[in-house]
């Protein structure tokens, strides 16, 4: 059987592409150029991050950071 993901499902393994390649302002910047962000922001925000909390995402930053040698 195939299944066919959802248009958010694409989204959030796209974003996750970008974040794994790019830094956090490079994304937003590619984000805005593209005109990605038209709609619901917070509808959208809430999809996405909807399993991560402030201190999750801070960790997730700090590997960031670390696998890009960013400080």
């Known amino acids: 059987?195939?299944?066919v993901k959802s248009e958010?499902?694409?989204?959030?393994?796209?974003l996750q592409i970008l974040f794994s390649k790019m830094k956090p302002s490079e994304v937003s910047r590619f984000w805005a150029a593209c005109n990605?962000?038209?709609g619901n922001y917070l509808k959208l925000k809430d999809e996405l991050f909807?399993?991560?909390?402030?201190a999750s995402l801070y960790?997730?930053?700090?590997?960031?950071?670390?696998s890009k040698n960013v400080e």
């Open 36 to 38: 990605i962000g038209s």
């Open 59 to 66: 960790d997730k930053i700090l590997e960031f950071q670390k």
């Open 50 to 54: 909807a399993e991560e909390s402030v």
């Open 8 to 14: 958010q499902q694409v989204l959030h393994e796209g």
């Open 1 to 3: 059987m195939i299944q």
